[in-house]
């Protein structure tokens, strides 16, 4: 889990970096992190996770404030619980997890892949250009409370 999250997201934000460098291209690249980088779940004991995806909101920093100075932007985006098809699966081996973790937001619900696009346009595209070393934190106000 490490290898893939932390390790996966360097080295293929260092092959895209290097060729922005070297074409002098600015541009913006994003990773996917969790809010479960910020917070610790409540009910899930998955430590390893939890580091690996804060270490992916670190790394976004870093990168950012290394790759600045060649008009690199870093930003990561830390959604909530998704419903994917890993999920999904997780609900048939623990159903009521399904009723419960929609409580633990204010919008009491989870989200759909979908409703990250909007954030990952915004990042990528020039209406951010002063954004770099940020994490978007969208979780339906789970963190909030």
Same mark, same amino acid.
């Given at each position: *889990?490490?290898?893939?999250? $932390? ?5 293929? +934000?260092?092959? #895209? +970096?290097?060729?922005?460098? /070297? &074409? ?6 994003? *990773? $996917?992190?969790?809010?479960?980088? %910020?917070? @610790? ?11 690996? /995806? @804060?270490? #992916? $909101?670190?790394? !976004?920093?870093?990168?950012?404030? =290394?790759?600045?100075?060649?008009? $690199?932007?870093? &930003? ?11 999920? =999904? ?9 399904? %009723?419960?973790?929609? %409580?633990?937001?204010?919008? &009491? ?17 020039? @209406?951010? %250009? ?9 979780? !339906? ?5």
């Amino acid at each position: *889990m490490l290898g893939v999250n $932390i390790t996966g997201c360097l080295m293929t +934000a260092q092959a #895209v +970096a290097r060729q922005m460098v /070297k &074409n002098k291209w600015p541009g913006s690249i994003v *990773m $996917i992190a969790s809010m479960s980088g %910020t917070i @610790a779940n409540r009910g899930l004991i998955c430590p390893v996770y939890n580091a690996s /995806k @804060a270490g #992916v $909101i670190q790394l !976004g920093r870093n990168l950012a404030a =290394e790759w600045g100075q060649y008009g $690199i932007r870093v &930003n990561t985006i830390s959604p909530g619980y998704i419903v994917t098809e890993m999920v =999904e699966k997780l609900f048939v081996q623990f159903p009521e997890r399904k %009723t419960e973790w929609p %409580t633990h937001n204010m919008l &009491n619900r989870l989200s759909q892949p979908e409703d990250y696009r909007g954030a990952a346009v915004f990042l990528l595209s020039d @209406a951010s %250009t002063f954004m770099t070393g940020s994490d978007l934190r969208i979780d !339906g106000g789970h963190a909030a409370w």
